[in-house]
């Protein structure tokens, strides 16, 4: 949501943040920090894990001093906190994991109707478009293995999974990992939609419709 700030509101608002930055506020910059530490371990729970108790500490304690954030809401907060952490992780599945996590929130909060599939089609369709909550993520590890296996993973330099993340209709957000037979048919959609040629084996398309990857139904 976009709206306007008054400008003494703005002021006053930087004038806080500022003070928080500098620990000038008390008991209120503790508070500040603890919110925050709520926000991020609720958003990104195994990145969380990952990082450690004391690493996060000191995470947020940066952040507010040298980075800080220019909105307040979660949403924003949050966001402003992964720009914030992305040049500061070191090589190794923190980066990718708090990207992740990220990325589901934001397909869950995205505003835009997904179709109702038509469960019983009585007829092929012709004309499929992709979930237009759709996100692709490319990872340098299996999403689905532990911490440990993962960080092997990037030790053998295995190549990368890719993944589809979508929101249904019935606002469940979904990571679908993708074949290469997915990858392929895939990359046959143009500005989100494609025709199905007669000739085409329908099973990709029920499969894809079924799982609500994509949709024969157009949102405008």
């Given at each position: 949501m976009n709206?306007?700030i008054?400008?003494d509101?703005?002021?006053?608002?930087?004038r806080r943040?500022?003070?928080?930055?500098?620990?000038?506020?008390?008991?209120?910059?503790?508070?500040?920090?603890v919110?925050?530490q709520?926000?991020v371990?609720?958003?990104?729970?195994?990145?969380?894990?990952?990082?450690g108790?004391?690493?996060l500490?000191?995470?947020?304690?940066?952040?507010?001093?040298?980075?800080?954030a220019?909105r307040?809401?979660?949403?924003?907060?949050?966001?402003?906190?992964?720009?914030?952490?992305?040049?500061r992780?070191?090589?190794?599945?923190g980066?990718?994991?708090?990207?992740?996590?990220?990325?589901?929130?934001?397909?869950?909060?995205?505003?835009?109707?997904?179709?109702?599939?038509?469960g019983?089609?009585t007829?092929?369709p012709?004309?499929v478009?992709?979930?237009?909550?759709v996100?692709?993520?490319a990872?340098?590890?299996d999403?689905?293995?532990?911490?440990q296996q993962?960080?092997?993973?990037l030790l053998?330099?295995?190549?990368p999974?890719a993944y589809?993340?979508?929101r249904?209709f019935?606002?469940?957000?979904?990571t679908?990992?993708?074949?290469?037979?997915?990858?392929?048919?895939?990359?046959?959609?143009?500005?989100?939609e494609r025709?199905?040629?007669?000739?085409e084996?329908?099973?990709?398309f029920?499969?894809a419709l079924a799982h609500?990857?994509?949709t024969?139904?157009?949102?405008?």
């Amino acid at each position: 949501m976009n709206t306007r700030i008054a400008l003494d509101a703005a002021s006053e608002a930087e004038r806080r943040c500022q003070a928080v930055r500098r620990g000038d506020l008390g008991p209120y910059g503790e508070l500040v920090r603890v919110n925050a530490q709520e926000l991020v371990t609720t958003m990104f729970p195994r990145f969380t894990q990952y990082r450690g108790a004391e690493c996060l500490r000191q995470d947020i304690d940066a952040f507010y001093k040298c980075f800080g954030a220019t909105r307040a809401e979660f949403i924003h907060l949050a966001t402003e906190f992964v720009r914030f952490m992305q040049p500061r992780l070191p090589q190794g599945i923190g980066r990718p994991l708090i990207e992740y996590e990220w990325m589901l929130f934001d397909v869950e909060v995205d505003k835009t109707p997904v179709p109702r599939p038509d469960g019983q089609q009585t007829r092929r369709p012709t004309h499929v478009y992709l979930n237009p909550t759709v996100r692709w993520l490319a990872t340098p590890f299996d999403l689905y293995a532990d911490d440990q296996q993962a960080a092997q993973a990037l030790l053998n330099h295995d190549a990368p999974y890719a993944y589809a993340i979508f929101r249904t209709f019935d606002h469940r957000v979904m990571t679908q990992r993708l074949s290469n037979q997915d990858i392929a048919a895939l990359s046959f959609f143009t500005d989100g939609e494609r025709f199905i040629s007669s000739e085409e084996s329908a099973n990709w398309f029920t499969h894809a419709l079924a799982h609500e990857l994509i949709t024969s139904h157009h949102e405008h």
